[in-house]
């Protein structure tokens, strides 16, 4: 199910590429060694932020209590899991959107392995990372998965108590956004921390 989960993306991505490949121009771009990672789904480079398109990563500020008993940063290790894949993976991203309002662009990333056990496959970074429990499929204010194979690995890795789902006290960061929102739209202030920006 987890091949079938990257299909989707993969297969935009190979559509995405084909196109500007026949305009003769590489639509892919690495992430930079100098990357400044901001949180579990986003990065800044050259005064550019880029944001994983349909995943969402732990809040700051939101705790859960790990294996040990102690209390631990979701956000931060998110953060910590999306630095580590990228270092490891290397992959090569592409704009699948840009909200200038937000000053974001939000990308796909790709890496075809060529060692280890992962070699010779393709691996969709935003499928790493949610189907390995260290992020979450972005919803729509309606509740709904803003990209619908995340959602699918998602709910793999809860069922498999993957990452932050083998934790009773996971704090859901949709359930945080959509809650927030909720309270936004009544006239209530906002309640989500600084770091839960609204996903296209």
């Given at each position: 199910m987890a091949r079938?989960?990257?299909s989707a993306a993969v297969f935009a991505a190979l559509l995405f590429a084909a196109s500007a490949a026949a305009q003769g121009?590489?639509?892919?771009?690495?992430i930079p060694d100098?990357?400044?990672?901001?949180?579990?789904d986003s990065w800044s480079s050259s005064g550019v932020t880029y944001r994983l398109y349909g995943v969402q990563a732990c809040l700051r500020g939101t705790d859960f209590t790990n294996a040990h008993g102690l209390k631990r940063d979701c956000g931060e290790a998110s953060l910590a899991m999306l630095a580590a894949l990228a270092r490891d993976l290397r992959p090569q991203c592409y704009d699948a959107a840009e909200s200038r309002r937000l000053r974001t662009v939000f990308?796909?990333?790709?890496a075809n392995p060529t060692k280890g056990a992962a070699a010779g496959s393709r691996i969709d970074l935003g499928t790493a990372?949610?189907?390995?429990?260290f992020a979450f499929a972005a919803l729509?204010?309606?509740?709904?998965?803003?990209?619908?194979?995340?959602?699918?690995?998602q709910l793999v890795a809860q069922r498999a108590k993957a990452g932050f789902?083998?934790?009773?006290d996971v704090p859901d960061p949709n359930a945080i956004i959509l809650r927030a929102?909720?309270?936004?739209?009544?006239g209530a202030e906002p309640a989500a921390p600084p770091d839960a920006a609204k996903k296209p």
């Open positions: 079938a989960t990257a121009a590489s639509p892919w771009f690495p100098d990357a400044v990672y901001l949180t579990g990308v796909f990333c790709l990372l949610i189907s390995t429990g729509k204010p309606d509740g709904q998965p803003v990209h619908t194979p995340y959602f699918v690995a789902w083998a934790f009773a929102l909720r309270q936004d739209q009544a």
